[in-house]
């Protein structure tokens, strides 16, 4: 039996801050419980950063975000993405990568991100690594929802930004075991 997939708490912080800021906290707080069960249980005590919940409940937030605060094409949370990774990149959880990274690192180091973030979760992979060719492949997550992946486009997008890349127009995901693929994979073109 394959164990469930976990997403460490900094990955909700990061959301629900956005979330705060965008929307206000008193608007947020009663919302919360109400986009799912095992969301309403995590938020039901004080969410620990480096403490591990169940995935179900992170897709409940993003979902439940899209839903009755955004158009519900994933563009809220793709931008709640990027302010995630302004957040962990300017005093959070890689801030060293902001002083000692550059775009090709962070892209090379991904396969050591992911499982800071998340467990049972597949792997995140490097398969190209050029400013005109960037590919990034998440293998054995077969479950990884749809809005989630929309989060990560935001989130690498953003990552990219804050360590001296421009990142061109069209840079998302082009594979999806959603709609059929073998895994998620994302693509982007950039120039330092």
């Not at 800021?21 to 799912?36: Q, T, V, Y």
């Not at 302004?86 to 090709?104: C, E, H, N, Q, Y």
């Not at 995140?124 to 990884?144: K, Q, Y």
């Amino acid at each position: 039996m394959t164990a469930a997939p976990l997403a460490r708490g900094m990955a909700f912080l990061g959301l629900l801050k956005q979330l705060r800021a965008r929307f206000g906290a008193e608007a947020l707080a009663p919302m919360l419980p109400g986009w799912g069960p095992t969301l309403a249980q995590v938020v039901a005590n004080r969410v620990g950063k480096t403490d591990w919940y169940p995935y179900p409940a992170l897709v409940e937030l993003l979902e439940g975000a899209e839903r009755e605060l955004g158009t519900g094409d994933g563009s809220l949370v793709a931008d709640l993405g990027e302010g995630a990774a302004r957040s962990d990149l300017s005093g959070g959880a890689f801030s060293i990568l902001r002083v000692l990274g550059s775009p090709r690192h962070l892209i090379g180091s991904c396969e050591r991100v992911w499982p800071r973030y998340y467990q049972n979760a597949g792997r995140m992979i490097a398969v190209a690594r050029e400013p005109d060719n960037t590919v990034l492949r998440i293998v054995d997550f077969p479950g990884m929802a749809p809005m989630h992946c929309r989060m990560m486009e935001g989130w690498m997008r953003s990552a990219m930004t804050q360590l001296g890349a421009t990142v061109l127009p069209g840079g998302r995901e082009i594979t999806c075991t959603s709609t059929g693929g073998p895994w998620h994979e994302f693509a982007c073109r950039w120039t330092s």
